[in-house]
């Protein structure tokens, strides 16, 4: 079973560039999120979409952009990098937004010079 | 303000030492989860535990268990005998009710190292 799948799983970026790290999950989950993993910090919410056409930011928005045209996809844009956006991205799902049952892709490990 | 504190940054064991990990958590809420992840070498984050507030029975499976204490708001984790699969980093977090969408509050995370 595929789960949550997330392309792509390195990248390396010059400052200003832009890119989507891309997430897709075939559960039929409604609730989907962004997270950012950082030394010492955990995990960090950027945003979040309770279905298709509704998305909302988390703790950390700036810098980056997501839509939500399909239950299953759920693309992390980022408009111009920097450095400080250098980190592990994870896309999560979950079935419920009472549970909190997170199921994570592998990660996406990204670096901006 | 929702937070959740893992004091241990890294910890180091010997094989089939027990080792508990700390978790500390602040709410507001009356009703809230806690969960566990278990973050192994490979990077994928696993669902380790979910408890919410009204149960405060310890629970057990296998070598793991964990102690729920809302007296000092703690959610300690403790893995018995441990093995060296159990290296990873382990995270704490705390479920947020926020609207549309509740949120999981992680704790910065405690790496275990068990070593042969």
């Known amino acids: 079973n595929a789960g949550v799948t997330q392309t792509p799983k390195f990248q390396v970026l010059k400052t200003g560039q832009s890119m989507t790290l891309q997430c897709a999950q075939d559960?039929?989950?409604?609730?989907m999120s962004w997270y950012r993993q950082d030394p010492g910090m955990g995990l960090r919410l950027i945003h979040y979409?309770?279905?298709?056409?509704?998305?909302d930011q988390g703790e950390v928005p700036n810098g980056y952009n997501v839509s939500r045209s399909t239950t299953e996809d759920f693309p992390l844009r980022l408009l111009s990098a920097a450095p400080s956006q250098t980190s592990v991205y994870f896309c999560?799902?979950?079935?419920?937004?009472?549970?909190?049952?997170?199921?994570f892709g592998e990660g996406s490990r990204l670096t901006v010079l | 303000a929702q937070k959740v504190t893992q004091a241990q940054t890294e910890i180091s064991v010997v094989e089939k030492e027990d080792v508990t990990l700390d978790c500390v958590y602040e709410t507001r809420d009356t009703t809230y989860y806690l969960f566990w992840y278990k973050q192994p070498p490979s990077g994928e984050l696993v669902f380790l535990i979910r408890r919410n507030s009204f149960d405060e029975q310890n629970e057990i499976s296998g070598r793991y268990s964990w102690n729920f204490q809302k007296s000092t708001s703690s959610f300690n984790f403790t893995i018995t005998a441990s093995q060296v699969v159990d290296s990873a980093v382990y995270f704490c977090a705390l479920l947020m009710f926020s609207g549309g969408y509740n949120k999981l509050i992680f704790g910065a995370g405690t790496r275990l190292a068990v070593h042969p």
């Open positions: 979409s309770v279905g298709a056409g509704i998305t």
């Open positions: 559960m039929n989950h409604e609730y």
């Open positions: 999560a799902s979950s079935y419920s937004r009472v549970t909190g049952e997170l199921f």
